[in-house]
Nanobody
Framework: QVQLVESGGGRVQAGESLRLSCAASGLAFSSYAMAWFRQAPGKEREFVAHITWVGVSTYYTDSVKGRFTISRDNARKALYLQMNSLKPEDTGVYYC?????????????????WGQGTQVTVSS
């Protein structure tokens, strides 16, 4: 059974940092590309960042470029999202997702497995 479990969310002030983690089990982690998505209150879930199988290539939505960094540790079966200079508009539930296709995708439908999410709240 595949499980993706996010952690590290919380409530912070604007300008502060958080590091999210996603622990994977039940899948050959190094064979999956991984991504982070987020969903703000009243809005649809949106793509945040993507990382390839071995972490060589990363891809970000424009609003987080230069502030967020996605990384992975295949030995630990873990995915991370370092979030710096947080803004109130970064508030939402953050989800990690896995897909077998090695190509970059910002579409939710491309992903095979999802975590339950972790809440990030940024106050001004």
């Amino acid at each position: 059974q595949v499980q993706l479990v996010e952690s590290g969310g919380g409530r912070v002030q604007a300008g502060e940092s958080l590091r999210l983690s996603c622990a994977a089990s039940g899948l050959a982690f190094s064979s999956y590309a991984m991504a982070w998505f987020r969903q703000a209150p009243g809005k649809e879930r949106e793509f945040v960042a993507h990382i390839t199988w071995v972490g060589v290539s990363t891809y970000y939505t424009d609003s987080v470029k230069g502030r967020f960094t996605i990384s992975r540790d295949n030995a630990r079966k873990a995915l991370y999202l370092q979030m710096n200079s947080l803004k109130p508009e970064d508030t939402g539930v953050y989800y990690c997702a896995a897909h077998r296709d090695p190509s970059v995708s910002d579409s939710q439908g491309a992903y095979d497995y999802w975590g339950q999410g972790t809440q990030v709240t940024v106050s001004s």
